[in-house]
């Protein structure tokens, strides 16, 4: 609630967007739709910026002609511009980020005035480690690819908390699939700052539909609240099981299971065929209790066999059964917008706190706070209180 | 038994941490003792000042006396359990074998450098493999254009296992062959190549390494996945049971284990694990245990440990005829004993102050025979470097022959046997070894465990952990970490012209497809997927029938791989070991530091994709690299095993890391890293940049920077410091470019 009660007591004033590149601020000539400001679009500021200006907003479809030759570069499918795109969107670095931004305002323009070729399908995948997730994406993504599909992956990587780097292992795990030229797989260390999800893999999405890819998988570590980022930012949402016995069942989140549109019970081959029918039909009858994610569709569970290559057709089938019922319902495109007004929410949040927490002002505060806090002289309410604001004088003070 | 489905992460986890057994010594400090090094120690616990915690989990006292050993039973060399040797007289009658592991560029050289040195008094073959042979490529194979004759000699068809043996009769000679992917081709050829030489079945005699389960764990040069795999193991011991009586159809090997990190103990005790499910192989098989059981062999690693490393063989013959007893009951006390060869630690040799090195293996090969080896390697001392010599070669030749010949010690049989010391230690070892086994028993034997990938991490973490070790200055080598020269000499190492000997046998690969017969060809290979399909029929027959016809390696392998497929293994990378073995020392702060600020300059943290090119399959260096890096701050992209170098530039760029770094082992870096720089450039990728690790020689470097590499780390380069000078090298790389 701390983000929503800032955002509020701020002015707001978003008729005359204001571009921001690196400290310049210049006053954007075109107007801007409301609609267009729920895009996924995240302000073009980094933490560490200086704030100079009560808002200042980045919707921009003036282009360098860095942003234009790379924007053309992707149009043309170049892997080198998609790979150095990704890295724009992911920098935390506000010039990089200002670009990055350019880039996707310039992209979504381009494709409002000329819509994609072929539609684009965002698939979510997840499940928990050990389930064969990488397996399934690997026989999953060569089959697409034989349906002529382009397919890029967005992967996940956890990084290490106390040093920051991390181990990005998917290549070794999607070898011919990382080898095919029809496909694009990125693994993304996760900053840790949403959850297990790399903040900016939904504007790493528009960069490979851009770039020409039409089904894009978004794989997830599979741990914590990962799963419902993933679920905003894909059309569909997947989760991946294995035939563990119905424990399994038990020990996952009902909220996973209810953000689900297909169920898919790995490994069910070999020794493992009569556990993975069991596990099925469990989750089949756990489902029947459960809120569909949509009036739409009923959540499917499917067996697949990565390892022998059965069942991957009919997901493929049941995915795009689930596609043309919501295409032909035009649901797709309000599910999307829905998901760009939660991503706003979710950047504005993301922002402010970084800001708040690499202020200088507050971070003296902060220290004094804690201790009273720890003490039991002061409630942890009190406490947020305050913090918040001694941010937002100083936010004041640099206006005036 | 499913083999692609590994268990869950935190099952690993939890079974490493069950395995982590500590080992103290049974009778506590002698008191009198104790009480005179307190006051040489000015007032300080003797106990807690000297006693020697190992890596392995052992505490070591400082002085044993006589009440250590007061349990320790009456035991003679040759009689059960064997601690102290599998034969009575042992090297009082006979000597150990002089066995050289020797090969490389074509059969004709490799033939005339073999016969060099049995002239010169080595008594035994051991033929090292190119890496394209190993795992199944004949030289004409797109992906092994930079392998083929540099790790070992390039073999294509039985034409060239004849050369190769050329003038050496097989039915005197005995050979040792290390193969492990390819077992089934190359020692059909074996077996033809003496056929043909007019030697009868039953007079060939030596060995073949033939053990898949520690290449799935360590060493990488497989071609099938595991159970395929073991299928072929156990129709090789029923073929040599019946027809090779003086074959050892396996030599159990913890060689690879201990080179690629693993301690002592965790060799030892993986290793008589796999020769239990080994046993078992057989036995599925249709043989009984007494069948086969007396041809089975063991292959240690003897490091610079020198009191552990006696134990470890002696615990280790006591530990195989407990288990085998145990568990099999056999008849024939031949099927108890535990025969085996050793070599030299490869990885303790170093590339500074290489002479260094003769003294290394000279004290390894004592630790070797004192601790009764059947028949012993020593390492040529330019090995951190490059291809041994003919220099080198006569000097570790000699290493032994001196041992034998000057130093006397064949003389006595087990003479550490009774020291308080050494019986104390071969006890702690051998608790600690069986507790380990047992654990892996307890999960349904290796071929599970390794399917679980328990023993890599296990082997990985404690690889890791040495490394941070080695950079803390916590374990000194001298010469690198301690005692550096200020400058070092460049020696001699032999330079193959890969080009040439690829050349030559793609040259006679051709001429044999032209001159045999189209139809019986193509009959041999389909009676081999027939087989591979059914399950009937055995295998090495119906290749040694193949190798008749001359089908080659590539031939071979490919009807079996139509049906089994290529293993692709997944790679894991532990993560935290390096830096909490490390402790907080400055040169680590230091790095962090930089990578942070880096990270706040440009916006990310620098990313590396550590690869490996061609068939070298030997990836510690390059996990110890990308474990201690990602440590250190970096994001690491972690490559595929066996790559091209158009694979490795296209990975570059999707992953858009800032720098690669190639890891290379077997010397194809000549040939692949300037065809990478050469793919990138193609792709207009010339902002990566590329830096070396591995084993590179000092007078490649220059053709290497040529080639437009940035930085080369030999062995024995501290991880922080390389760290530092990639990140400063991106520095100044992103600088120009502005």
Known sequence: MLSRRLWHSMPVNASRPLIYQGTKRVIASNNISTTDRFSPLAPAYAQNTIIQAPLIAAYSTVASSKTLTLSEQLAQGSRYALAKSITLVESSRSDHRAEAQQLLSYILKKQRDQPLTKPTFRIGLSGSPGVGKSTFIEAFGMYLLEQGHKVAVLAVDPSSSRTGGSILGDKTRMTELSRADDAYVRPSPSRGTLGGVARNTNEAILLCEAAGYDVTLVETVGVGQSETMVAEMVDMFVLLVGPGGGDELQGLKKGIVELSDLVIVNKADGKLADAARAVSMDYTSAIKFLQPPSPLWKTKVLRVSSRENTGIDKAWEAMKSYFDTMTSANKLTEKRGAQRKVWMWRQITSELVDRLNSDDKVKQHVAELESKVFDGKMTSGQAADSVVDVFLNKVKEDRI | ?738
């Open chain 2, 1 to 738: 038994m499913s083999w692609k489905h590994s268990t869950s992460l935190a099952a690993v986890k939890r079974s490493i941490r069950a395995y982590s057994v500590k080992v103290p010594p049974k009778v506590p400090l002698h008191a009198e003792w104790a009480a005179m090094a307190q006051k040489e120690l000015k007032g300080k616990d003797p106990e807690e000042k000297l006693t020697w915690h190992t890596p392995e989990g052992l505490d070591v006292k400082p002085v044993y006396t006589k009440s250590d050993t007061a349990d320790i039973e009456e035991e003679i060399p040759g009689k059960f359990p064997y601690t102290r040797g599998p034969y009575a007289s042992m090297y009082t009658s006979r000597p150990w074998t002089i066995r050289q592991y020797a090969g490389f560029s074509t059969v004709e050289e490799s033939n005339r450098f073999y016969r060099k040195n049995l002239a010169a008094g080595q008594q035994g073959l051991s033929v090292a493999f190119d890496l394209a042979t190993h795992r199944g490529y004949d030289s004409d194979h797109p992906r092994v254009v930079g392998d083929v004759g540099m790790a070992g000699v390039a073999i294509d068809s039985v034409e060239d296992m004849k050369i190769l043996f050329d003038g050496i009769p097989l039915n005197k000679m005995s050979v040792s062959m290390t193969m492990n992917g390819a077992v089934l081709p190359i020692l059909a050829m074996y077996i033809v190549a003496g056929l043909e030489q007019g030697a009868e079945l039953k007079e060939l005699s030596g060995t073949i390494q033939n053990d898949i389960l520690k290449e799935f764990m360590v060493r990488n040069t497989f071609i099938y996945p595991p159970l395929p795999s073991m299928r072929l193991i156990g129709d090789i011991f029923s073929f040599t049971a019946q027809n090779m009586p003086k074959y050892n159809s396996i030599s159990i090997s913890g060689y690879h284990m201990q080179e690629a990190g693993a301690d002592n103990v965790l060799e030892m005790a993986f290793t008589i694990a796999d020769g239990l499910e080994y046993i078992r192989t057989g036995m599925k098989a249709g043989m009984t245990v007494d069948q086969f059981a007396p041809r089975l062999s063991f292959f240690w690693a003897i490091g610079m440990n020198f009191y552990m490393e006696i134990a470890k063989m002696r615990a280790a013959r006591r530990l195989w005829a407990h288990m085998v007893k145990e568990k099999f009951d056999p008849k024939s006390q031949k099927s108890l004993l535990l025969r085996t060869h050793c070599q030299t630690s490869g990885w303790s040799l170093t590339e500074q102050d290489p002479y260094n090195n003769v003294i290394r293996t000279t004290i390894e090969a004592m630790a070797a025979t004192l601790g009764g080896t059947q028949s012993l390697h020593t390492n040529s001392f330019d090995e951190a470097i490059g291809l041994p010599t003919e220099f080198s070669a006569r000097i570790a030749r000699n290493t032994q022959l001196i041992l034998q010949e000057e130093a006397m010690i064949p003389k006595v049989a087990d003479p550490w046997g009774g020291s308080y010391m050494m019986e104390s230690m071969t006890n702690q070892m051998y608790d600690a070894a069986r507790a380990i086994v047992e654990e892996v028993e307890a999960m349904g034997g290796m071929a599970k465990a390794v399917d679980s990938g328990m023993p890599k991490l296990r082997i990985e973490e404690s690889a890791a952990k040495r490394q941070a070790r080695i950079d803390s200055n916590q374990e000194v080598i001298v010469g690198v970490n301690k005692y550096r020269l200020e400058k070092e000499d460049a020696i001699d190492v032999l330079a193959i012209d890969n080009t040439a000997v690829r050349t030559s046998q793609i040259n006679r690969i051709n001429k044999i497809r032209e001159t045999r017969d189209a139809q019986k060809v193509k009959e041999c290979l389909e009676a081999l997927e027939q087989s591979a399909k059914t399950n009937e029929g055995n295998l090495l027959a119906l290749s040694i029938e193949a190798a008749k016809q001359r089908c080659t390696v590539g031939e071979i392998s490919d009807a079996l791989e139509k049906v089994w497929g290529r293993h692709m293994p997944a790679t894991r990378v532990v993560s935290g070991a390096y830096r909490s073995e490390y402790g907080d020392h400055d040169d680590v702060n230091q790095t962090l530091k930089l990578v942070d600020l880096f990270t706040k300059n440009q916006g990310r943290r620098p990313r590396m994709l550590v690869a490996k090119m061609g068939q070298d399959g030997h990836d510690r260096g390059a996990k110890v690299i990308a474990s201690g890096f990602a440590d250190l701050g970096f994001d690491v992209d972690v490559g595929p095993l066996f790559q091209t170098p158009a694979e490795v530039a296209r990975q570059a760029i999707d992953a858009d890391v800032h720098v690669v770094g190639i890891s290379s082992q077997a010397a194809g870096h000549k040939t692949l890293v300037p065809a990478l720089v050469e793919e990138l450039k193609k792709l207009g990728a010339t902002d990566k940049l590329i830096v070396c690790g591995g084993v590179i020689p000092q007078q490649d470097y220059a053709f290497l920077r040529n080639a437009g590499v940035s930085a080369i780390f030999g062995p024995g380069t501290r991880i922080p410091v390389a760290a530092q000078e990639v990140v400063q090298k991106i520095e100044q790389a992103l600088d120009n470019d502005k």
